[in-house]
């Protein structure tokens, strides 16, 4: 970590910690002692800790998609890139021991107290929202466009029930429920 700036071990210091043990649960002093810079370097790159948690967020979802991003081109057809969503999913989940969806854990914390990282949370599940249904769209080419909404928001929200029983379980199981679902949702083609 001494190799990188003030700004980028603020944020890095800030993005385990917040995912750890909470952004509430997280104080300012905690996070310069960990991170070895100054608390003026806090303000000058940030300005304060809302501040720092939109661009923990914004990191977030940048990483997120790039990892699905990655696993989902591997594959050839709309459907397997749909399967391989789950698959990072999966993998995930286990690389950050069941510690559930950042953005979700952040709005449970925060609630309706800050407008700006509520809206970097929903913009979050909206790409993922319209990610999923991208390979619906394609998988189902020609079917209504009611009936490809129906079942994307389908798929969508057994993506989010998997994150969310993952943790809770601690398991990987709902993830793998969750793939079966989509093959009786969405046949191969």
């Known amino acids: 970590m001494s190799k990188l700036g003030p700004r980028e071990r603020i944020l890095e210091t800030a993005s385990r ?26 303000y000058q790159h940030f300005g304060s800790k809302d501040e720092l948690g939109i661009h923990y967020l914004k990191a977030a979802r940048e990483e997120w998609f790039g990892g699905i991003e990655k696993w989902a081109s591997a594959k050839k057809t709309p459907f397997q890139k ?20 950042k953005f979700i ?8 107290t800050s407008a700006p ?6 913009e979050h599940k909206r790409k993922l929202r319209q990610f999923i249904k991208s390979f619906i769209e394609q998988a189902l080419h020609g079917k209504p ?3 490809i909404d129906v079942i994307s928001d389908a798929i969508y929200l057994l993506f989010e029930g998997a994150i969310v029983e993952s943790k809770i379980y601690k ?8 793939k079966k679902m989509i093959r009786i949702l969405v046949e191969e083609k």
Request: with cysteine.
């Open 17 to 42: 910690l917040f995912y750890i043990q909470g952004y509430n649960n997280t104080g300012i002093n905690q996070i310069l002692d960990e991170a070895k810079v100054a608390k003026a370097s806090l």
């Open 82 to 101: 749909l399967v391989a969503c789950f698959d990072f999913l999966e993998y995930s989940l286990q690389q950050n021991n069941f510690l559930g969806c």
């Open 105 to 112: 854990n952040m709005l449970s914390e925060i609630g309706d």
């Open 117 to 122: 990282m509520s809206h970097e949370i929903l």
């Open 145 to 147: 466009a009611d009936e």
């Open 171 to 178: 398991e990987t199981w709902p993830v793998k429920k969750a």
